[in-house]
């Protein structure tokens, strides 16, 4: 018996580290790639602003979904960051101190790490509400220093730095952005694997207990005050590093990068993306930044639809975008997945009319009432609509209602056919 | 040598109202002692107070002969005080495992550790998993302590408390809502794992009071009216008038 199970730890054990070094290597790999396959310039913006986002959703995920800490005030340590970034980045210049510039996001989670020490014990003496609401007060205190002090912070405008005069490092001047990316590809990478380790430790671990009962941690032994500092500290660091790679990827630090703008997208992207899984908010980081470069393209009221997004979220999918995957596993287990896929195929299609239908009556309103003058014509998908004509919004109602009502039919379609996954996959002891 | 427990003329005033009035209690080291009496009578209170989750208004409470009272749960549960809940009190979304391996990481020395993987601690691993053995729950080890039955949270609980391996082990009513099974299987349970420590238990159920407690503690309207052993506690005139309702007025 003892034998039989020290063999299969054994078994394990080499099978464990390999799948768990495998997906790093794996995400390295691609990491590498990804810019040899999608080489234009605004590919490579993309990557860089994505890369950036990932590591500063992740950072805060470590409040939210690892400790339980909502905070309002999140952007104040990767702005910070930044502007100790941007100031180092010209003392280095100014000074010819030998500080290559690969090291300065190191210099940025050092400043958002200070400032997280510096106010953090105050903040996490009390979780809930309490947190949340210092938290906001706090962004709003920094933000508006940041325009007042403006010996800092560069006032509205902001400072501005060159990354190319920092001493180079194997050659690279980092003046090219294929350079820029592999750089902050390189610190997405090293921040990702150890925030996913500090998961695995007995502080990351007490993390969570904090999160899921921070009264009964209290009698195992542990300040749950102690617990949220040590957590916010790491939150701090991890945002300036992202705060840093910013200041070096657009050269300039100013007071928006701070703001409660910046602290709602965080928030936004890691609860789109999941806060329950690590890998949650980097699928968010992703979906958000997509959606900022693409829809502010396409549409004046883009902000409207990531609140619609964001409320569908929180009504339908708590869990996130992690959560609608995840839900899945125990299906896959029990091999019971295939009876759900028709379900959803059959109702893909009445709910793209519905959200094509809300999407119209959005852009209908929106170009009837605020661009005068601009033409009132919508471009949507290529089909050109004219807001002024009746027939555009009979169009539109005819698809927000017909696609709604039949819609609702697939959709208990769904949750029948999965009603009937569930329940072989309970029977076969994957889900509880 | 100086008591496990010992409260000396401990009072606690919400307000105007006073919960406990005089509590005077000592319990010896080693002992299974428990503590019943009509509802309302402060048994919880009495319970709270000495694990600091509230702080007496005046009198003083020593473990192991060090005073502890005013100090903050952690702070007594470091010094080898250990309780349970009346209410199942667990880490829901965490798996049954890592409920046990949390409550073992601060007496294994690892505190706020963020540079080990606590995957490869092996004192932590073998006292959770022999925790887990213990409490029949390590077949469960990998599922959310929030989807346990109502009696296995009840037995994760009593493994939480003494995953520590505190010397002290306090239970809140540890077989409240159980069946009878149940409760036989926890009492057996709960003598195994706290054979050679202390125990304070409150109870109400009486075959498990007088079954298990080497001594047995009256509370009533925050006052011990009468403590002993079960069979003088089963002969007391007092104790049988304000426990059992048999009052004169």
Redesign the interface.
């Known amino acids: 018996m003892t034998d039989a199970t020290a063999l299969d730890e054994l078994k394990e054990q080499p099978g464990g580290n390999l799948r768990f070094y495998g997906i790093w290597l794996i995400a390295a790999a691609a990491l590498i790639v990804l810019p040899l396959v999608f080489s234009s310039g605004s590919s490579l913006t993309s990557f860089n602003l994505i890369g950036i986002a990932i590591i500063f959703a992740l950072s805060y995920n470590i409040l939210l979904g690892q400790t339980g800490l909502l905070s309002f005030g999140h952007a104040v340590h990767y702005g910070l960051g930044g502007f100790l970034a941007v100031h180092v980045m010209n003392a280095v210049a100014n000074y010819n101190w030998p500080l290559p510039l690969p090291f300065i996001p190191l210099v940025g989670g050092v400043g958002g790490l200070a400032f997280a020490i510096l106010v953090g014990w105050v903040m996490t003496k009390r979780a809930g509400t309490v947190f949340a609401m210092i938290s906001l007060g706090i962004g709003e205190l920094v933000a508006s220093s940041s325009l007042i002090l403006r010996s800092v912070f560069g006032g509205e405008s902001g400072i501005t730095t060159d990354r190319t005069a920092l001493p180079h490092m194997f050659g690279w001047t980092f003046g090219p952005q294929r350079q820029v990316y592999y750089l902050i590809a390189f610190w997405v990478l090293v921040s990702a694997i150890a925030m996913y380790a500090l998961t695995r430790t007995p502080l990351g671990r007490i993390c969570n207990a904090v999160r899921d009962n921070p009264e009964r941690v209290e009698f195992i032994g542990y300040d749950p005050h102690v617990v949220r500092y040590f957590a916010y500290g790491f939150a701090g660091f991890f945002a300036g590093i992202a705060g840093g790679l910013t200041a070096i990827n657009f050269e300039i630090a100013n007071s928006a990068y701070l703001g409660a703008t910046q602290s709602g997208i965080v928030l936004f992207a890691a609860f789109i993306g999941g806060t329950a899984y690590f890998f949650g908010p980097i699928l968010g980081a992703i979906l958000v930044t997509y959606l900022q470069l693409g829809l502010t393209n396409i549409t004046t009221v883009w902000q409207l639809y990531f609140g619609i997004i964001f409320i569908g979220i929180v009504m339908f999918a708590p869990g996130g975008i992690a959560g609608l995957l995840m839900m899945h596993r125990p299906l896959v287990r029990a091999g019971s997945w295939p009876v759900v896929i028709p379900s959803y195929l059959l109702a893909a299609l009445p709910t793209l009319v519905f959200a094509l239908g809300i999407i119209l009556s959005i852009e209908t309103v929106a170009h009837y009432t605020a661009s005068e003058g601009e033409g009132n014509i919508i471009n949507l998908f290529g089909v050109p609509f004219d807001a002024t004509a009746p027939t555009t919004w009979a169009v539109a109602a005819l698809l927000v209602v017909g696609g709604f009502l039949i819609a609702r039919l697939t959709w208990r379609r769904v949750a029948d056919a999965w009603d009937r996954a569930a329940t072989v996959a309970r029977d076969r002891g994957y889900l509880a | 040598m100086s008591a496990a427990i010992e409260i000396k003329d401990v009072q606690k005033r919400f307000g105007n109202v006073s919960i406990i009035r005089d509590l005077n209690l000592s319990v010896a080291k080693g002992e299974r002692h428990a503590i019943i009496g009509p509802n309302g009578a402060g048994k919880s209170t009495t319970f709270n107070l000495i ?2 989750y509230i702080k007496p208004s005046a009198g003083e409470i020593r473990l192991n002969g060090d005073a502890i009272s005013g100090l ?3 702070e007594i ?2 010094r080898g005080l ?2 349970s ?1 009346q209410v199942t ?6 798996t049954v495992l ?1 409920n046990v ?3 073992v ?3 294994t020395g ?10 490869h ?1 092996p004192e932590v691993k073998r006292r959770t998993d022999r925790i887990l053995d213990d409490i029949h729950l390590g077949h469960r080890r990998d ?2 302590a929030g ?1 346990l039955t109502y009696a296995e949270q009840r037995e994760l609980e009593i493994g ?2 003494i ?2 391996g505190a010397s002290v082990i306090m239970l809140d009513e540890p077989t409240a809502g159980m069946s009878l099974a149940e409760t036989e299987r926890a009492v057996a349970l709960i003598r195994r794992l706290t054979e050679g420590r202390t125990l304070v238990i409150v109870e109400h159920d009486m075959s498990v009071v007088f079954g298990l407690a080497d001594r047995i503690s009256v509370l009533v309207y925050g006052q011990i009216i009468a403590s002993g052993t079960p069979e003088e506690i089963r002969a007391n005139r007092q104790v049988k008038e304000a426990y059992l309702g048999e009052e004169a007025h």
Not at chain 2, 89 to 94: D, E
Not at chain 2, 110 to 115: E, V
């Open positions: 694990s600091g903050r749960p952690f549960n470091r250990s309780r809940f009190n667990v880490f829901a979304r965490m890592e391996r949390c409550a990481l601060w007496a690892h505190g706020y550790a963020f540079w080990k993987n606590v995957d601690l599922v959310p989807l939480i408390t995953a520590g």
